[in-house]
Every structure is written in structure tokens, then in C-alpha cells.
């Protein structure tokens, strides 16, 4: 490094050189960039993935880079120094290929920032042969739409599966036409103006994949510190809502002898003293209790915690939850979605309540007292019924701790209530849906706040703006390219950070460009009407997700229809409004 770290804050984060970090001389560089600081981005088990896929490849490097934060910015700025490649400290303008990881939409100007302070043109249309080639993958790529002036390459699917293909394919060419004329015969690659779509890229079979099992381990802590084993890859629930769900599949499985292999070797390699297993919900593996089962008893002598990310509360058995509790308690984190079965049935998420006071009670009969509930409010033909029915179903949580008898000494309960704002996404049965918008978002968030002050209860929600502009994107088509070009020029960075949002730039930004944000965000999409992300095919047919959405609402029951009645919550099937959604 040419400039004086010491006055930024976490400087470790900028310095390279850590465990397990790999530097290869004489070959073409692929840059890794992650959108967003560097404690998230190595918390990203996709980034770790691919970090290793690249630099198995003989005649290609990967090396990583992440958005700097508002110091290590100006810093650059002020000395004309290009952001750089940790591993090597390259300037991403001389790499030969950089990629992005769209993992969230409000990640979006942090990808301007890296590619403007990298030396990279922001626009593909201003890049020359002199420039490296743009890639993007991640499940922001279903809808590539409000990115698709910024991108030269956007690899849909499995990336282990398709960004070796890529990079082999666009090595051999010196002008940026011809590798892109390449990268667009690449299955899975959609290449803007040299092709005109790409379908998903699946690895099949997942146990024989590439899977790093030396990772590197950071300098500073991450916000998830620890080893992680990918399980599975997909669901199998189907829920209406899920973006993840749907383009993750078919499952596919690791066997339990790799899962052991590569859990002790990454143990081995890294020195944690904790293993994350990873997947949508990991209590689903078909042989889950072979694998905690074995896990335990291996990692309980040396004092290695089990974590699970948010599981089905079908799922766990009590033998799983005492495999999990075996070194420590960590508490345990549960997606109920909704707070009425009828909603839940709705949304497909078919977990009932006889499924949570099950898994509930073995939970605190076997000692755990912190539980964490994730609800979303806005969904399709949610009323006030089913909003009082999360207030309700942590009140019933409440009184089964206490009626629940446990040998082992424990704390009162805690339990945590997050609620997030359903956003419509891309490639799901609820895509053509409107959100809800900022006011009803207000309005449903005060109503929980009140009806959760409950003792032992704690509550939180998702900031309503953020929730509304993560929507305008997540369905939105290439005319928000300005938009976001506007916003970052006007100072956007780091929208998914509270301290650095702001709201009132974004709305300038789309009224510049003569858009409106929260109209963007409430929009709903007749049946015949055109998709933005139609050049993508994710794998599943329109048509089974227009049979999905006519299932969810034959579920549901329409309350009588009085006037006013937009903020009942049934837009997306009310027949009085002017644009229903309603599938034929």
C-alpha cells in the first residue's frame, strides 16, 4: 500500500496478507468485488466459493476486492490512488476480468463506486480493450434489468458452473468485441446487444463440486465469524414469496462423508471454534440427523459449537436441538413468515401451530431460552387478523416457556420479533403483486410495536424507505439505470447501512429522471403485460408461477368490501381496483 492506513477505521480490512489468502504470479487476474465492506463480504459463503473455484484454474488468479467505506474513500480520492485487488494490490482497472456478487439491490451504487474508483468506466458502452470485462452473477441477476447499462456480462446460475467457462473462453482474445462475442456462446451468459437472453446454469451434481476448505480467515471479525459447510442447495417448500426457492433449484445434496470431510479440514485450516452449517433450511437434509448426529460427537470434545442459519419449525426433531445444544446454546432462529395459518397457507409456508409448539417445547425442555422470530408484513391479502396473530403467537411462546418443565438451570425467556416488508421479487409467484406502501408499511409497523410490549418480547422492523426503493429495483427495468447513475453522482453509497441511507437523494434521483419512487415500488403487472426480466429464464415456467398465485388465492377469504377498502390489503385480487392481478 502507497498510503497511510493507520487513521482509518478497521484499517486490517484494507491491508490483505491474511490466512490462507493465495497470490499467484504470471497469469491474467480475476477480481473478485463484493459491493459492500469488507466484514460482510467475507462473511459470503458464494464469495469463498468462487474465491477458490478461480484459483484452482491454472492460467487464472483470483483476487478480492470490497467497497471502501466513507474514509478509505476519500482517502483514494485525495492521493489519486486506484482501488486495488487485496492479494496483489492491482488496480482493478489492470485486472483482465472483474466480477460482482449481486446479493442485494441496495448494493447497487457500491458497485458504481468500486468500478469508478477502480479506473473502470461506470458505462460498458465508454469501456474500450484497454478495460477489463464486467461480470455480475448472484440472485440479483434474475432481474439484470436496472444494472443492464453498467454490466458487460451477467452470468445467471450456479457460478461455479459457468464462471470457468467465461474466463476460459474470454482468455484467448486481446479486443473486448471478441470476448464478448465468446462469453455470449457461453450457456447461462447474457451478454447486452450480443445475445438476447440466457437460461439458468445448474450444477448437478453438488457433491463432486469444488468447495474451499481453506478458506481465508479475516483480520477483523466478520459478521459471521466462522467455519461454514454448504449442506444443500435449493428447496423444496416451495413458498410464494421466495426469490431463493425458486432459482436455487432442484435440491441437491452433499453426502455426509464430504459434509465431515470438508467440516474438519476447514476446522483444521482456519482455527474456529465454531461451524456454521449453511443452506435454505438445513433441518430439510435428508440425512440431518446422520450428520449432526456424527458433527457432535466429533466436535464436543474440542468445544466446536453447531450453528444453524433460520430453519422450518416442522423441521428439527428434539434429538437435533440437543445435538446443537451439546457445546453451547446460541439460541435458535425461526421464519414462521406469518402470524395466521390462513396467511401462512397463502404464502405455501405450511408450518402449523401444532408444528411450533412441538419443536418449541423440546426446545426449552432441553434448555434454550432465546428464540428469534422473522415475520413479514405487506404480504398479498394480509389483514389486521393476521398482523394481531404474530402478537399473539409470541404471547403463546411466552406462556409455553413457562408452562414447559426443564431439568437444567436456564434464564428467563427472550424472545426477538423482527418483521420485514415483503418486497415483490423477480421469477416468484408474487412478482406481478404491488407492495404495500410507505404509509400502510408505517401504520403496520406501529400496530406491532404496540401489540409486542410484552415482557421478555423485544421488536424490530426493516426501515420502510429502504423496503420501498429495494422493490423499485427488484422489479424495475433498465430506465432505472439513469436513476441510479443520478443517485450516486448525487453521493448514494451504502444503502443498506441506516447511518448512510438517504431517502430524499433517491427521490431526486427518480423525480430527475421523471420516475416516481413509491409508484415504482407499488407497481403491479397485469397478466399479458411484459416483464422487465423476461430475457432471463430461471428454470421455472411462467406458467407454473401463474398457477401458484391462482392457488394462493383460491386459499384466501375476501372480507366484505367496503369503501376505502385499498388499505385492506387485498390489492393484488380486489376486482374493484383498476389493475387487478388476478391470474385467468
Given at each position: 500500500?502507497?498510503?497511510?492506513?493507520?487513521?482509518?477505521n478497521?484499517?486490517?480490512?484494507?491491508?490483505g496478507?491474511?490466512?490462507n489468502?493465495?497470490?499467484?504470479?504470471?497469469?491474467?487476474?480475476?477480481?473478485?468485488?463484493?459491493?459492500d465492506?469488507?466484514?460482510?463480504?467475507?462473511?459470503h459463503?458464494?464469495?469463498?466459493?468462487?474465491y477458490?473455484?478461480?484459483?484452482?484454474?491454472?492460467?487464472?488468479?483470483?483476487?478480492?476486492?470490497?467497497?471502501?467505506?466513507?474514509?478509505?474513500?476519500a482517502?483514494?480520492?485525495?492521493?489519486?490512488?486506484?482501488?486495488?485487488?487485496?492479494?496483489?494490490n492491482t488496480?482493478l482497472?489492470d485486472?483482465q476480468?472483474?466480477?460482482?456478487?449481486?446479493?442485494?439491490?441496495?448494493?447497487?451504487?457500491?458497485?458504481l463506486?468500486?468500478?469508478?474508483?477502480?479506473?473502470?468506466?461506470?458505462?460498458r458502452?465508454?469501456r474500450?480493450?484497454?478495460?477489463?470485462i464486467?461480470?455480475?452473477?448472484g440472485?440479483?441477476?434474475t432481474?439484470?434489468?436496472?444494472?443492464?447499462?453498467?454490466?458487460?456480462?451477467f452470468?445467471i446460475?450456479?457460478?461455479?458452473e459457468?464462471?470457468?467457462e467465461?474466463l476460459?473462453?474470454?482468455?484467448?482474445?486481446?479486443?473486448?468485441?471478441d470476448?464478448?462475442?465468446a462469453?455470449?456462446q457461453?450457456?447461462?451468459a447474457?451478454?447486452?446487444?450480443?445475445?438476447k437472453?440466457?437460461?439458468?446454469r445448474?450444477i448437478?451434481?453438488?457433491d463432486a463440486?469444488p468447495?474451499?476448505?481453506?478458506?481465508?480467515v479475516?483480520?477483523v471479525?466478520a459478521?459471521?465469524?466462522?467455519?461454514v459447510i454448504?449442506?444443500?442447495r435449493?428447496?423444496s417448500?416451495?413458498?410464494?414469496?421466495?426469490?431463493?426457492?425458486?432459482?436455487y433449484?432442484?435440491?441437491?445434496?452433499?453426502?455426509v462423508?464430504?459434509?465431515?470431510r470438508?467440516?474438519?479440514?476447514?476446522?483444521?485450516?482456519t482455527?474456529?471454534?465454531?461451524?456454521?452449517?449453511?443452506s435454505l433450511?438445513t433441518a430439510?437434509?435428508?440425512?440431518?440427523d446422520?450428520?449432526l448426529?456424527?458433527?457432535s460427537?466429533?466436535?464436543?470434545p474440542?468445544?466446536?459449537?453447531l450453528?444453524?442459519?433460520?430453519t422450518?419449525?416442522?423441521?428439527?426433531q428434539?434429538?437435533?436441538?440437543?445435538?446443537?445444544?451439546?457445546v453451547?446454546?446460541?439460541?435458535?432462529?425461526?421464519?414462521?413468515?406469518?402470524?395466521?395459518?390462513?396467511?401462512?397457507?397463502?404464502?405455501?409456508?405450511?408450518?402449523t401451530?401444532e408444528?411450533?409448539?412441538?419443536?418449541?417445547?423440546?426446545?426449552f425442555?432441553?434448555?434454550?431460552?432465546?428464540?428469534k422470530?422473522?415475520?413479514m408484513?405487506?404480504l398479498?391479502?394480509?389483514?389486521q387478523e393476521d398482523?394481531?396473530?404474530?402478537?399473539?403467537m409470541?404471547?403463546g411462546?411466552?406462556?409455553?416457556?413457562n408452562?414447559?418443565?426443564?431439568?437444567?438451570?436456564?434464564?428467563?425467556?427472550?424472545?426477538?420479533?423482527?418483521?420485514?416488508?415483503f418486497?415483490p421479487?423477480?421469477?416468484?409467484p408474487?412478482a406481478?403483486?404491488?407492495?404495500?406502501?410507505?404509509?400502510?408499511?408505517?401504520?403496520?409497523?406501529?400496530?406491532?410495536?404496540r401489540a409486542?410490549?410484552i415482557?421478555?418480547?423485544?421488536?424490530?422492523?426493516?426501515?420502510?424507505?429502504?423496503?420501498?426503493?429495494?422493490s423499485?429495483?427488484a422489479?424495475?427495468?433498465?430506465?432505472?439505470?439513469?436513476?441510479?447513475?443520478?443517485?450516486?453522482?448525487s453521493g448514494c453509497?451504502?444503502?443498506?447501512?441506516r447511518?448512510t441511507?438517504?431517502?430524499?437523494?433517491?427521490?431526486?434521483?427518480?423525480?430527475?429522471?421523471?420516475?416516481d419512487?413509491d409508484?415504482?415500488?407499488t407497481?403491479s403487472?397485469?397478466?399479458?403485460e411484459?416483464?422487465?426480466?423476461?430475457?432471463?429464464?430461471?428454470?421455472?415456467?411462467?406458467?407454473?408461477?401463474?398457477?401458484?398465485y391462482?392457488a394462493a388465492?383460491a386459499?384466501q377469504?375476501?372480507?366484505?368490501?367496503?369503501?376505502?377498502?385499498?388499505?385492506?390489503?387485498?390489492?393484488?385480487?380486489?376486482?374493484?381496483?383498476?389493475?387487478p392481478?388476478a391470474?385467468?
Amino acid at each position: 500500500m502507497t498510503t497511510n492506513l493507520l487513521n482509518l477505521n478497521a484499517p486490517a480490512q484494507y491491508t490483505g496478507g491474511e490466512v490462507n489468502a493465495i497470490v499467484k504470479q504470471g497469469v491474467p487476474r480475476f477480481a473478485l468485488c463484493f459491493p459492500d465492506s469488507y466484514d460482510v463480504g467475507m462473511s459470503h459463503v458464494g464469495s469463498k466459493i468462487l474465491y477458490h473455484v478461480v484459483n484452482i484454474m491454472p492460467d487464472w488468479a483470483c483476487e478480492r476486492a470490497f467497497a471502501p467505506r466513507a474514509d478509505r474513500e476519500a482517502q483514494l480520492r485525495e492521493v489519486g490512488e486506484k482501488l486495488a485487488t487485496l492479494e496483489s494490490n492491482t488496480p482493478l482497472c489492470d485486472c483482465q476480468a472483474i466480477g460482482f456478487s449481486l446479493q442485494y439491490e441496495l448494493s447497487y451504487t457500491n458497485v458504481l463506486l468500486m468500478l469508478e474508483l477502480g479506473g473502470i468506466p461506470q458505462r460498458r458502452d465508454e469501456r474500450t480493450d484497454a478495460h477489463p470485462i464486467v461480470i455480475a452473477g448472484g440472485p440479483c441477476t434474475t432481474n439484470p434489468m436496472p444494472l443492464v447499462d453498467f454490466i458487460d456480462v451477467f452470468a445467471i446460475g450456479d457460478g461455479e458452473e459457468i464462471l470457468p467457462e467465461l474466463l476460459a473462453a474470454m482468455g484467448p482474445h486481446t479486443t473486448r468485441a471478441d470476448k464478448l462475442t465468446a462469453a455470449a456462446q457461453v450457456p447461462g451468459a447474457y451478454v447486452p446487444d450480443y445475445n438476447k437472453g440466457a437460461k439458468r446454469r445448474i450444477i448437478e451434481d453438488l457433491d463432486a463440486a469444488p468447495y474451499p476448505t481453506a478458506p481465508v480467515v479475516p483480520y477483523v471479525q466478520a459478521v459471521h465469524d466462522r467455519a461454514v459447510i454448504e449442506v444443500f442447495r435449493g428447496c423444496s417448500r416451495g413458498c410464494r414469496f421466495c426469490q431463493a426457492g425458486m432459482i436455487y433449484r432442484p435440491v441437491r445434496e452433499r453426502k455426509v462423508g464430504t459434509l465431515l470431510r470438508q467440516a474438519k479440514e476447514q476446522l483444521a485450516s482456519t482455527g474456529y471454534d465454531e461451524l456454521g452449517l449453511c443452506s435454505l433450511s438445513t433441518a430439510d437434509y435428508s440425512q440431518v440427523d446422520a450428520l449432526l448426529g456424527t458433527l457432535s460427537s466429533e466436535l464436543t470434545p474440542t468445544h466446536t459449537s453447531l450453528s444453524l442459519p433460520s430453519t422450518r419449525m416442522d423441521a428439527l426433531q428434539k434429538a437435533q436441538l440437543d445435538e446443537l445444544a451439546a457445546v453451547r446454546k446460541s439460541g435458535l432462529t425461526f421464519a414462521p413468515e406469518a402470524g395466521t395459518q390462513r396467511l401462512r397457507d397463502v404464502i405455501n409456508k405450511n408450518v402449523t401451530q401444532e408444528d411450533i409448539d412441538r419443536t418449541l417445547t423440546h426446545a426449552f425442555s432441553a434448555g434454550w431460552n432465546r428464540v428469534k422470530l422473522y415475520f413479514m408484513i405487506g404480504l398479498p391479502t394480509e389483514t389486521q387478523e393476521d398482523l394481531q396473530g404474530i402478537a399473539d403467537m409470541a404471547r403463546g411462546i411466552r406462556k409455553l416457556f413457562n408452562t414447559t418443565p426443564c431439568d437444567i438451570p436456564r434464564k428467563g425467556l427472550a424472545v426477538s420479533v423482527s418483521a420485514s416488508t415483503f418486497v415483490p421479487k423477480a421469477g416468484t409467484p408474487f412478482a406481478r403483486c404491488p407492495q404495500i406502501s410507505r404509509e400502510q408499511i408505517q401504520e403496520k409497523q406501529e400496530f406491532l410495536r404496540r401489540a409486542l410490549k410484552i415482557p421478555g418480547v423485544t421488536f424490530s422492523s426493516h426501515d420502510s424507505s429502504t423496503s420501498v426503493l429495494e422493490s423499485a429495483f427488484a422489479r424495475g427495468g433498465q430506465e432505472l439505470c439513469n436513476v441510479l447513475a443520478r443517485a450516486y453522482a448525487s453521493g448514494c453509497r451504502f444503502d443498506g447501512w441506516r447511518e448512510t441511507f438517504r431517502f430524499d437523494v433517491w427521490q431526486h434521483a427518480f423525480a430527475g429522471c421523471g420516475l416516481d419512487l413509491d409508484a415504482c415500488a407499488t407497481r403491479s403487472f397485469a397478466p399479458d403485460e411484459p416483464l422487465p426480466w423476461a430475457p432471463i429464464d430461471i428454470g421455472v415456467s411462467q406458467e407454473f408461477l401463474d398457477r401458484e398465485y391462482a392457488a394462493a388465492m383460491a386459499t384466501q377469504t375476501t372480507p366484505d368490501c367496503r369503501e376505502g377498502c385499498r388499505a385492506c390489503g387485498l390489492q393484488a385480487v380486489c376486482t374493484k381496483l383498476p389493475r387487478p392481478v388476478a391470474v385467468n
